[in-house]
C-alpha cells in the first residue's frame, strides 16, 4: 500500500463514516490540534530521560489518539468496535491523580510563572498552550462532543503544566516567576 492516495489533492479528506469535508472543516482543525500535540508529546519524550514522566506521557499519546478517533467519528461509527479508541471517566480520574502526584513537592505557587526552563520543561508547556487551542477548537464543534473528551483535554492542560514543573525541578532549572 503506497502512503499518498491522491484523494486529498482537492482539499477534502475522510472521516470515519467515509464522508468528506474540506480539510479546513472545524472537526478536521480540532483533531488536527491533537495531533499536532501528540508530537510535541513526542518530542518531550525524545528528549527527556526521567522513566516515571516518561511513563505518564506515553500513555497520554495513546489517549490522545482516541480523542482524534472520537473527534474523526461524529456519526459514531466505530463506537463499541473499538473499544481503545474511547475514554471514560476512569482516563479524568487517573489525569486527576497524576496531577497530585507530581504536584508532591513542588512549591506553591504564588505567581505567574514564565514557560520555559530545560528543553523538556520549555516543550512541555508548548504542549500546554496547544492543548489549550485544541480545547477551543473541540469546545465549537457542532454537533457538540462527547463531553468526556472536554474534561479529558481541560485537566490534560492542568497535568502538562505540572509536568513541566515537575521536570524542570527535577533537573534543578529553578523557575522564572512574573
Known amino acids: 500500500m503506497k502512503l499518498y492516495t491522491r484523494t486529498g489533492d482537492a482539499g477534502e ?55 482524534g478517533a472520537q473527534l474523526a467519528d461524529p456519526a459514531k461509527k466505530i463506537a463499541g468496535r473499538v ?32 514557560a520555559g526552563g530545560s528543553p523538556a520543561g520549555a516543550a512541555l508547556h508548548v504542549a500546554r498552550t496547544v492543548c489549550r487551542r485544541a480545547e477551543r477548537r473541540i469546545v465549537g464543534l457542532v454537533p457538540p462532543v462527547d463531553p468526556i473528551l472536554l474534561r479529558y483535554i481541560n485537566r490534560l492542560s492542568d497535568l502538562l503544566f505540572v509536568l ?5 525541578q527535577r533537573v534543578g532549572v529553578p523557575e522564572r516567576e512574573w
Do not use: C, M
Not at 513541566?164 to 524542570?168: G, M
Open 83 to 114: 473499544i481503545k479508541a474511547f475514554l471514560t471517566d476512569a482516563d479524568v480520574a487517573r489525569l486527576e491523580g497524576e496531577i497530585d502526584r507530581y504536584e508532591v513537592g513542588l512549591p506553591p505557587l504564588t505567581r505567574f510563572l514564565l
Open 13 to 67: 479528506t475522510s472521516l470515519f463514516d467515509n464522508s468528506r469535508v474540506s480539510k479546513a472543516d472545524a472537526r478536521i482543525d480540532a483533531y488536527g490540534e491533537v495531533d499536532e500535540l501528540g508530537a510535541w508529546i513526542g518530542l518531550v519524550l525524545a528528549s527527556h530521560a526521567d522513566p516515571e514522566v516518561s511513563r505518564t506521557l506515553a500513555q497520554i499519546q495513546r489517549d490522545l489518539f482516541a480523542v
Open 164 to 168: 513541566a514543573r515537575a521536570t524542570n
